[in-house]
């Protein structure tokens, strides 16, 4: 079932965007996306 988004879901979703991004852009360096990681929380 899809829901719409709750702050709640902030930490597993920020899980999922780490792992797929790292995952699927092996051309960019791991670092890259960790840096990053508060910066998309906050956005």
Do not use: G, L, T
């Not at 719409?4 to 699927?24: G, L, P, T, Y």
């Amino acid at each position: 079932m899809i829901r719409k988004f709750k702050k709640c879901d902030i930490n597993d979703v920020m899980q999922i965007w780490e792992n797929e991004n790292v995952k699927s852009h092996k051309f960019i360096q791991e670092k890259y996306w960790k840096n990053n990681y508060n910066y998309v929380k906050e956005a």
